[in-house]
Structures are given as structure tokens and as C-alpha cells.
């Protein structure tokens, strides 16, 4: 693809030119045939491109209505949606915030996070503490939380500087101890930072089950994720699991937290939610946080103008 005024991200690369698609075979306006094989941290069509029923549910939602604003009026594909995931979803997580992709949904989990503190009577609990090697999206917001350093480094100081604690990462261990003999001191770093900014300061932990754009596909040990749901209870830390690149089976298990039992407070979903054929993300919530904020009749201080649109749903 020649210069044109399309700002792209890479100016070294030459792009081509996409034409089409069918099923897992993508072309190019040269008649090049090419493996779609970017299901990792590009849009993930999971199911393969032009997909009769999906292209037809998409036409039909389009021919009723071009859009309608979710403050004003609700749509039953959303909630049908919503009571898809909430099926899929640990029990108990099963309240559903509708986005457009990853980056929405960790900012919409982190806004979500501190309001539920806030009604339970915790309002000095604001801080969010992440791990380095972690990628959580790229707004300001979201860069400050996640731990890419490539990615940081030329927007610092404008995002707020949060807490990072070591990734759980044995090939090349922060503390250059061997597993098991370690003790999981990875896990236990977010305790002792916990306690050095003040457990009455830390409203949220975040962490992808398998760490992708930031490590590539770098899985924790056993011990590792329980341990950590033990320190985010005794703390009244919500664990906000990213599950963007991770969730709808692409590890064997529907949600990758699922491998070690352990369910988060909060979790983060897109890509594989729509396959690629739309813009969509997620924020599914332990009942808990909504219940909390229902009794306190509290709005949710959020919301974006596609979230809950009803193509996307």
C-alpha cells in the first residue's frame, strides 16, 4: 500500500492491500491467498471469516435501526448477550458491561472497582496494582496499569504511575530463584506490596491468567493464582482477571482462570467474543459489586457511545 493520508502504525512496513475473506484464507488485491493467522493479539475470527449466520443476524439487526443510545433505551440483543456470557461465566460472575474492545473493558473494570469500594465504606481505596510484562490496553489509563515498557515509555509522565509488582515468570525469575524450591515468591510480591502502600490504599490486582502481547503465552505455575485470590481476600482486594486474549476456549478451558479454580471479582473479555466480525468487550462482575451499588442507589459512573450496541451484541 503506497503513502496515502491513512495514518498507519507502522510507517517502515508496506501494508497490502485487503480484498477478502473466506473461512481461514484472507486475499489481497494482488489475488494473494494468506492464512489468517493473526488470532493472537490482533481481532480473532475464531469462527473463520464470512460466516452465512453471523453476516445475516448482522444485516437483520441493521435493517431495524441504525443505533439507539444506551442511556436512553435498552435492547434485547445486549441482554440476550448478557445472559449468554452470564451462562458461560463462574457462578456467581454474572453481572455483564457491554464495551466496545479490551482497552474499554479494563478501564470500565478498574471505574467499577473503585465505586465498589466507595459504597462499601472504603473511599481511601483507589490504587490498582498490576504486574510488569503485562498489557491491559492503550489509552493513558490503561497504559499506566499495564507493564510493557515498549509500550510506556514515550507517553511517561502523562499516565498515572501505578504500583507493578514481577510477573510470575520462571524462565527468567525476578528473584533468580528455581521452582519449587522459590516458595512462589512471585505471588507473595503482591502481599508485601499491599502492605508497603497500605491494604486501606489498594482497591484492585490485575493480571492475565497467560500473559500474551507482553511476554507471548507465558503461563503461571500451579500454586500461583490461588495464592493470589488468598491475598486479594485477606486485603478486600478485587482481583480483576484479563481474560481479552485468553477467554472463550482458547485454552482448553472456557476462561483460562478456570485451570487453577480460582474466580475473579472481576474479568475482562473481547476478541474471541465477537469473533472479529464486530467491535466488542466486556466487564463481567461478581453479582456482589452490583448488589452493593444497587442497595447504595448508586449509577455506574461510565459508559461509552457504542457500548450495548445492538450490531455488536
Not at 484464507?25 to 493467522?37: E, M, N, P, W
Not at 485477606?234 to 487453577?260: K, N
Not at 452493593?292 to 459512573?301: A, E, F, G
Request: charged share 20%.
Amino acid at each position: 500500500m503506497e503513502n496515502t493520508t491513512l495514518i498507519v502504525r507502522d510507517f517502515k512496513q508496506k501494508y497490502r492491500m485487503i480484498d477478502r475473506a473466506e473461512g481461514i484464507y484472507v486475499y489481497d488485491t494482488d489475488g494473494k491467498r494468506y492464512i489468517d493467522g493473526t488470532s493472537g493479539s490482533a481481532a480473532v475470527s475464531s469462527i473463520g471469516h464470512g460466516v452465512p449466520e453471523v453476516v445475516n443476524a448482522i444485516h437483520t439487526q441493521l435493517q431495524k435501526y441504525a443505533y439507539s443510545p444506551g442511556h436512553y433505551f435498552a435492547n434485547e440483543p445486549a441482554r440476550e448477550l448478557a445472559d449468554l456470557l452470564a451462562s458461560i461465566t463462574p457462578q456467581g460472575l454474572n453481572q455483564v458491561w457491554l464495551v466496545c474492545d479490551g482497552t474499554e473493558a479494563t478501564e470500565a473494570a478498574v471505574k467499577f472497582a473503585r465505586q465498589y469500594h466507595q459504597e462499601a465504606g472504603r473511599p481511601t481505596k483507589s490504587l490498582v496494582i498490576s504486574r510488569w510484562q503485562s498489557y491491559h490496553g492503550a489509552t493513558i489509563a490503561a497504559l499506566g496499569y499495564g507493564g510493557h515498557t515498549y509500550r510506556r515509555r514515550k507517553f511517561y509522565p502523562m499516565y498515572e504511575n501505578t504500583p507493578h509488582v514481577p510477573a510470575a515468570y520462571c524462565y527468567r525469575c525476578y528473584f533468580g530463584q528455581k521452582y519449587p524450591q522459590c516458595g512462589i515468591r512471585c505471588a507473595q510480591a503482591l502481599d508485601q506490596e499491599i502492605q508497603q502502600q497500605g491494604p486501606q490504599n489498594v482497591a484492585a490486582f490485575i493480571a492475565e491468567p497467560l500473559v500474551g502481547a507482553a511476554l507471548g503465552a507465558v503461563a503461571p505455575v500451579k500454586e500461583y493464582f490461588p495464592m493470589i485470590r488468598e491475598i486479594c481476600d485477606r486485603h478486600e482486594v478485587l482481583l480483576i482477571a484479563d481474560e481479552v486474549m485468553t477467554g472463550f476456549g482458547r485454552t482448553g478451558e472456557m476462561f483460562a482462570m478456570q485451570h487453577w479454580n480460582v474466580k475473579p471479582d472481576i474479568m475482562t473479555c473481547a476478541k474471541a467474543i465477537s469473533g472479529g466480525y464486530v467491535p466488542l468487550g466486556a466487564a463481567v462482575l461478581d453479582e456482589k459489586i452490583i448488589a452493593l451499588m444497587k442497595r447504595k442507589d448508586s449509577n455506574v459512573i461510565s459508559g461509552h457511545t457504542y457500548g450495548s450496541h445492538h450490531v455488536m451484541a
